[in-house]
Structures are given as C-alpha cells and as structure tokens.
C-alpha cells in the first residue's frame, strides 16, 4: 500500500512516499480567485471531451486514448531540448519503479476505469535524470499546465483538468495567476479537481485543492484501514479517510481504495486521495451535463454523506466494481 501524503522534495516517509513530493519553493500568496478573476465565459466545442491530466508523465504506449502529449519542465529538459514541448513524445516517459514516476500511469489508468471513453491528454511536469529519478518540480509547473489548458481547452474540449500535485501552505498560496486560472477555466465550464492531500489535516488542504473555484477531492477508506490490499466492499457504509486532508469546504470524498496499473503493465494497491481524485475526474467527464455548475449540481444530488471522528462531507459511491 501506498498513501499519498504531500511532502517536501525527495523525502521518504516510512510507509509511502508522495507523488507531490517536489514542492521546490512556496509559491508567493495569490488572491483568491473570487476577488480577482474577470472570466469570460465561451462556447463548449462539439468535440468529444478531454481530461487534461498533470502528472509524472507515461508510457505513452499503454493507453490507446491518448490524443495529445505535453511537457513542461522546471529544472530538466523536454526531448525537444526545451523546457516546454507539445505533441508526440512530450510526455512519454521510460517504464519506471519509482514511486513518483509510476504515479501518472496510475492516474490515467483509474480515470480510464471509471471512464472508458474518456479522451486524456497527460500534461508531463516533472523531468527525469539519467540515473532514472525525479527531478524537482513545484505548484508553479502546474500554473504553466493551466496555462496550456487555457490556451487549448476549445481544440480538444477540455472539460476536467486532474491534479494530485500539492501541499499545504499557509493561507491557501500559490503561484501568483493559479487562482485566476481556475477562475477562467471554470467559467469556461471546465473542472479543475484536485487532491486535499493526505496529513491527516483537519482544517486546511493541499494547495491548489484550497482554491475557492477547485473541485476539491478527500478520500474514503473501506471496508477497513489496512494494508492487505482488501478489495472495496460496496455493501459496506465508507467513511472519511483518516490519513486524508479535509474541511467543511471539501468539495467531495471519493473510494481510495485502487489497484493500479503500473508501467511494466502489472496492477498494484495504492491507496490514496490522488485515486479518489482521478476517479472523480473519469465520474465528472463520464456524466458531464454541459456546463461546470450542472455537472456540478449533478454530484452534489447523487452524493451521499460520509464522516469520521472530525469530518462530515459529501460522499461520491460509484455504482460498480471499478478497483479490481
């Protein structure tokens, strides 16, 4: 098993490791979205829709819905030799063991479980060195991801953006513009969902989940807290995470619970709020009702409620077997 906690570069943690794990430096403090934003809203494109999905990049060759690749890079270069790349190969990275760089293919792999007609394209942020491990990387990659979204959401109907990367700052900071980014793109009728995180946090969650306009996503243990690798029990009443970030502003909690593909094309179990944020990301696209609110609307209507000993929240129960 593997929790995803939210860390600082390159630590290990006794149990788990953290797919954001290279906040390389803390963003400077940015008003909230609200305040500040001036969205105009636009039609949405008849093309089939896409989750953009900011990650550690794949191999590609995995997933047949692939549709577009992207790079952007802080501290390494993209197979270009740039820093920034779009198209064939941007995000392709070498089968891999290491738990940061495995953790985009378990991304796309759940968001394509939970919906397989979904079209992806993985926005790669986090290079690679030529002994095989992660370089550094920060929230302000992941301010150039949308950047690129909000440049080319109407080309490929974008309509989910998938973030796990994170961590808590005080007062909710981040890169100056994220805020305004999310802003527009939910205007424009597409989801930012992002990770709480997973500090056991009670009153603050991971930055860029804090946002006021991000669809914020906890996590759900059941039918128990172990490391066996139990499978999920529908029958069993969830309840929220106790390793998972959370406040009454938490948008939704979600099953945590996931076995994953890996590169080398075997399954693992991972548990987790970044599997309970991809699978909010492949539920949102597999019932988008045509704009960010009703969809919205939609998820809060069929939500049930879920809590622990220190939270209560809206609970998301996919109506399947999903995480064999």
Known sequence: MRFRFTI?????????????????????PSPSAASTASPSAQPVSTIAPTIAVIDSGVPTSLFANIVDEVCILEYSLCPNGKSTMDGVGAANIAPSTNMTLTHGTEMLSIISKVNPNAKVIPIRIVGVTPNGLPYLYSNNAV?????WVIANRMKYNITVVNISQGKIFAGCAVP?????????????????????????????????????DVVSVGATDNPDPGITGKPYDPTAKPYIARYSNGTPLTSFYLNARWYVLQPSGK??????SSNATAAMSGWW??????????????????????SNEWLSGR???LPFALDK
């Open 285 to 306: 696209s597999l019932n988008y009702q045509g704009s960010w609110q009703a969809t919205y609307d939609y998820m809060v209507k069929s939500a049930k409620a879920a």
């Open 315 to 317: 609970y998301i129960e």
């Open 143 to 147: 301010k150039l991801a949308l950047d």
């Open 176 to 212: 100056a513009g994220t805020a305004q980014d999310v802003a527009v793109l939910k205007a424009n009728n597409v989801a930012v969902i992002a990770s709480a995180g997973n500090d056991s946090n009670r009153t603050a969650m991971d930055s860029i989940a804090c946002l006021t």
């Open 267 to 272: 399954t693992k179990f991972y548990v987790g």
């Open 8 to 28: 600082a570069p390159a630590v290990a943690l006794l149990l788990s490791l953290s797919f954001s794990q290279a906040l390389a430096t803390t963003p400077s």
